[in-house]
Nanobody, 124 residues
Framework: QVQLVESGGGLVQAGGSLRLSCAASRRTFSSYVMAWFRQAPGKEREFAAAITWSAGSTDYSDSVKGRFTISRDNAKNTVDLQLNNLKPDDTAVYYC?????????????????WGQGTQVTVSS
């Protein structure tokens, strides 16, 4: 069992930045692909970014590529998401997720563990 706790959400103006952090409970955190998904009101949960266990590979959705950066610290059991140049369309609840797989998956159904989510609101 892996428990994930997100932090760092908030209200920011368009063009601003936020840094989200996800803390994992399990010592084998380093074995998991870690990802961030987001869900806006009335919309499906969508993939935003992911990173492999070794941090050797990352991937991003087209909508966040070039603006968001995912990173992880296996010694601290944390994965962060730096959000830059935020837009009102980035407003959503952001979820941290973990999957015990060797490769990045883009489907929410592929992830075994989820955090409770943190709200990001971007005003225009």
């Amino acid at each position: 069992q892996v428990q994930l706790v997100e932090s760092g959400g908030g209200l920011v103006q368009a063009g601003g930045s936020l840094r989200l952090s996800c803390a994992a409970s399990r010592r084998t955190f380093s074995s998991y692909v870690m990802a961030w998904f987001r869900q806006a009101p009335g919309k499906e949960r969508e993939f935003a970014a992911a990173i492999t266990w070794s941090a050797g590979s990352t991937d991003y959705s087209d909508s966040v590529k070039g603006r968001f950066t995912i990173s992880r610290d296996n010694a601290k059991n944390t994965v962060d998401l730096q959000l830059n140049n935020l837009k009102p369309d980035d407003t959503a609840v952001y979820y941290c997720a973990a999957a015990l797989t060797p490769r990045i998956n883009y489907s929410a159904g592929s992830y075994n563990y989820w955090g409770q989510g943190t709200q990001v609101t971007v005003s225009s």
